[in-house]
């Protein structure tokens, strides 16, 4: 199983970034899918959620209105297109899979600075 996130890197706030999840070694289109992030310091928490057909999805209230999170089920990607970045974005992004059992990605690092 892996989960290979990508697309993270430095933005100045009020800049763009889309992270993408690329999954192997599971069935993906029956998982849950999510986003979380991990600042210095603080708890892992998650940032959106999109149910296995990509019908449902869900968004912390601090992410709300400017991150969008999309999947595709032939390809086995999830993404999260973050717009509107702000300093307090700044964290290491996971990817996350759940199902009966959880998997996760290995994070890519996401700085939001003038």
């Known amino acids: 199983v892996q989960l290979v996130e990508s697309g993270g890197g430095l933005v100045q706030p009020g800049g763009s970034l889309r992270l993408s999840c690329a999954a192997s070694?599971?069935?993906?289109?029956?998982?849950?899918m999510s986003w979380y992030r991990q600042a210095p310091g603080k708890e892992r928490e998650k940032v959106a959620d999109?149910?296995?057909?990509?019908?449902?999805?869900n968004y912390a209230d601090s992410v709300k209105g400017r991150f969008t999170i999309s999947r595709d089920n032939a390809k086995n990607t999830v993404d999260l297109q973050m717009n509107s970045l702000k300093p307090e974005d700044t964290a290491v992004y996971f990817c996350n899979a759940r199902l009966v059992l959880q998997y996760w990605g290995q994070g890519t690092q996401v700085t939001v600075s003038s």
């Open positions: 999109i149910s296995n057909t990509g019908g449902f999805t």
């Open positions: 070694g599971f069935t993906f289109r029956s998982y849950a």
